[in-house]
């Protein structure tokens, strides 16, 4: 999940009537949508602060999460 979020991916969420979050779905940057992303993960990548949203914009990577993720050949923009 975090290599697809370094290569530009973004998370978007739908919030419920109470502000709480109940539905996360990760996206590539080319607009691909990825399964794996459940809840739980979502909710341990944003409590480890790997994850961030500013000003209301979809979760994105954090500088923690690109330092964490590891190098891969495939990494390769």
Partial sequence: ML????????IEVIRAGN???T???CFTREGYGLEA??????RKLRRKGLIESRAGAP????????MRVAARPDNRG
């Fill in 37 to 42: 992303l459940s809840l739980d993960i979502f």
């Fill in 59 to 66: 979760y994105r990577i954090s500088h923690l999460g690109r």
């Fill in 23 to 25: 539905e996360a779905t």
């Fill in 19 to 21: 502000g709480r979050v």
């Fill in 3 to 10: 290599h697809a979020l370094a290569l530009g991916g973004r």
